[in-house]
C-alpha cells in the first residue's frame, strides 16, 4: 500500500473592516457555503477564472482588430498605387501629345486652362463625395484578381 500525500494547502491572514465581516458572514449564509473561508476561497476561484477567461477573450478581439486594420491598410496601399500609376501614365500621355500654344494665343490658353482647372476640381469634390468608395472598391477588386 502506497501513501497518497496531501498537497499542502496555502494559508493566507486577511484583513478586513468590521462592515465586510457581517456583508460576508451573510453572503456566505445566503450562498449556502459552509463557511466564511468556503465563501472567500469560491470568490477568490471565481475571480481568478474569470480574469483569465477575460484576458484571453481581449487578445483574442484585439488580435482580430489588428488583422482588420492590416488588411485595410493593405487594401489602402494597393489602391494608392494603382491611382499612382494612373496618374503617371496620365501625365506621360499629356505631355508627350498636347502641343504648346502658339505665343499670340498663350496668355488666352492659360486663361481657359485655368477655368477648365478649376472645373475639373470642382467635379473631383463632387465625385469624392459621391460614388468613388465604389470606385476604388472595384479597382481594388481588379487589382486583386491578377
Known amino acids: 500500500m502506497t501513501k497518497v500525500r496531501k498537497q499542502k494547502a496555502g494559508t ?14 451573510s453572503a456566505a449564509k445566503r450562498g449556502g457555503f459552509a463557511s466564511r473561508s468556503a ?3 469560491a470568490a477568490i476561484e471565481r475571480e481568478l477564472a ?3 477567461s477575460g484576458v484571453d477573450a481581449a487578445e483574442q478581439r ?10 485595410e491598410i493593405r487594401n489602402l496601399r494597393l489602391g494608392q498605387q494603382a491611382l499612382f500609376a494612373f496618374v503617371d501614365v496620365l501625365a506621360k500621355t499629356l505631355l508627350t501629345c498636347v502641343p504648346e500654344p502658339p505665343k499670340e494665343v498663350h496668355d488666352q490658353a492659360v486663361a481657359r486652362g485655368k477655368a477648365r482647372y478649376d472645373r475639373f476640381l ?5 465625385g469624392m463625395a ?12 481588379r487589382g486583386n484578381e491578377k
Do not use: N, P
Request: proline fraction near 0%.
Open 130 to 141: 459621391g460614388d468613388s468608395d465604389a470606385a476604388m472598391k472595384e479597382l481594388l477588386g
Open 50 to 52: 474569470g480574469r483569465e
Open 12 to 25: 493566507h491572514g486577511l484583513r478586513y473592516d468590521a462592515k465586510f465581516h457581517d456583508q460576508i458572514e
Open 62 to 71: 484585439i488580435a482580430a482588430t489588428l488583422d482588420r486594420m492590416a488588411r
Open 122 to 126: 470642382k467635379s473631383v469634390g463632387i
Open 39 to 41: 465563501f472567500i476561497r
